[in-house]
């Protein structure tokens, strides 16, 4: 079985992207149903795709392309890529370009991604049991381990709470890299995780989490 998460809607959600078993990465226009984009990722970029998720707005994230002689700044639609290999890539939609964005430090396939919008945050979990976060310019803020297991999804509550599954879940202290508390019930690796806020009665607010055991949980 497939744990990793290679496919994701836009924030629009005007578009659809999958990274194929094959190594072709597929983007999707939705309201057209018309293939926009197709680049095979082994071969040309040398790209083995473990998990991706389209980034924030385009107006948010700027790239810096030092390395193109004739390039300035530029404002992209784009994709991030996490890779067997522990790197985390931001692939330009508008150029069909690939940037070492994020600094390395995953040692092993990452998992999961999640961007978190209020903080501009990205937050990654990885074979190797670490939670890295990255600020919008690909700077790494904080790394830490996470757990003793390898790590299959990650979600941020808000910008002091973070959830992260391996068979089990953590609920962390960002700032304080401090565990909160732990949940167990599932019996195999945990694929997905998704809070539910209450934001009228804080105190009825839950989360799920879905497992490769056919089960979603409520906690």
């Known amino acids: ?124 979990c990885s074979v190797d049991k670490s939670v890295s976060i990255w600020d919008v310019s690909g700077k790494l803020e904080k790394s830490w381990e996470a757990d003793d297991e390898p790590l299959y999804s990650i979600c941020v509550i808000d910008s002091d709470n973070l959830l992260v599954a391996s068979t089990s879940i953590s609920w962390w202290n960002i700032k304080e890299q401090t565990l909160i508390k732990k949940f167990s019930g599932h019996n195999t690796e945990i694929l997905s995780l998704l809070p539910v806020i209450a934001t009228d009665v804080p105190s009825k607010s839950y989360f799920l989490s879905v497992s490769g055991d056919s089960k979603i949980s409520a906690w």
């Open 1 to 124: 079985m497939n744990l990793r998460k290679k496919s994701s809607f836009s924030v629009d959600g005007k578009y659809f992207a999958v990274s194929s078993e094959h190594g072709s990465l597929k983007i999707w226009e939705t309201p057209t149903n018309a293939l926009k984009q197709e680049y095979i990722l082994k071969s040309s970029a040398n790209i083995s795709c473990s998990s991706l998720i389209w980034g924030p707005n385009k107006h948010e994230v700027i790239i810096d392309a030092e390395a193109e002689a004739n390039m300035k700044h530029s404002i992209c639609q784009c994709l991030i890529i996490g890779t067997e290999k522990g790197e985390i890539l931001l692939f330009d939609f508008t150029t069909g370009k690939f940037y070492n964005h994020f600094a390395t430090s995953h040692t092993e396939a990452v998992n999961d991604i999640c961007w978190h919008s209020d903080s501009s945050s990205l937050f990654s």
